[in-house]
């Protein structure tokens, strides 16, 4: 039988069966990651290799040392994921992998992997938009959530507040003009002698620090829901260098604990602006940023202000996992989408086609 038509008819099989296990696979930056999950919202498993070590040592990350490190580990991460969930491939329904956006020598390995491996056991391969698999990281954490919401996603490549109509059905509501929230929290990180990823280490640092040392700007574009960080982040890389010139010790906790505070609320503003236009009562966050403590802590005491739901993933959840990924394919599953054998890498995939 014609290879595409019998992923076809097993696609279509699995939509009306009841439990339905999803090996998924994500290595579209710095992390090589596979999970088995059942049904969307139980993780049976899942393994995360991260490469941040060896990327820190050039104080961010190559792509093309993160290709090799993925073809090295991605057989790995499979085979641990199995053993970690007891089975073997024969207990897998279908395979999910991330093909966009991301690092196109990085995501390539993960695709081919998987087309590879979606060939030789015939298993249907589903292919992940790796945002999706951010926002989708709130459907592990919550088992109970029920679209529609609103969900901010800030990653290191990505800002953007979406209205989630439905289980793979979203609306663009606005995005960063210029840097992304994860890149503005890495670029001042830098400035201030961190190592990457700074984002963690910064927010660290902020603990002792005095939110009010330093003033900056807080842009708004002319998109409502728009947000814009590259103004704030120019100002604070200014302030520093203005310092330093002038042979003054940087006050590097007063300046990490103002910097986060000004992208914090500049996030949550923008968020809560978009939660209450919409007339919904729910407001997700998903991505590496969310994993941020005074957001998490801001939004958590405005939701309790302001009576809406609040719902984060767990905080391993936040950064990139394969998880996320098997999660959204089980709803892109629903839908009866399926990968072509042609599938490749889209470096740039936007989220709403
Ligand atoms: O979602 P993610 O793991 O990868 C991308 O898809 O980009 O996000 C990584 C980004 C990095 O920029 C990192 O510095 C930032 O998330 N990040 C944080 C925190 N944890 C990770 N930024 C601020 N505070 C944190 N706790
Ligand atoms: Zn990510």
Redesign the pocket.
Known sequence: MNTQLEMQQKLEALQSKASVRILAMES????TAAAIIENGRKIVSSVIFSQVDTHALYGGVVPEIASRAHVDACDRVIDQALKEAGMALSDVDALAVTYGP?LVGALLTGVNCMKGLSYTSRLPLIPVH??EG?VSANWLSHPDLEPPFICLV?????SHIIRVNDYADYTLLGQTVDD????A??KA?RVLGLN?????????LALEGNDTYLTLPRPHPDGRYDFSFSGLKTAFLNACHKMTQKGEELPRADLAASF?KA?VDTLCEKAILALRDSGLDTLCI??????????RDQLTRLSRKQGFRMCMPE?WL????AAMIGSAAYYRMRKGELAALELNAVPSLPLCR
């Open positions: 579209s930056c710095d992390e991301g790796h945002i951010h800030v990653s290191g490549g990505h992304a929230a994860g890149e929290f890495d990180a990457y990823p700074g984002g963690p280490l910064l927010s660290k986060e992208v998903a991505g590496g940023v969310s994993a941020n403590r005074r957001l905080l936040c950064t990139d996992n």
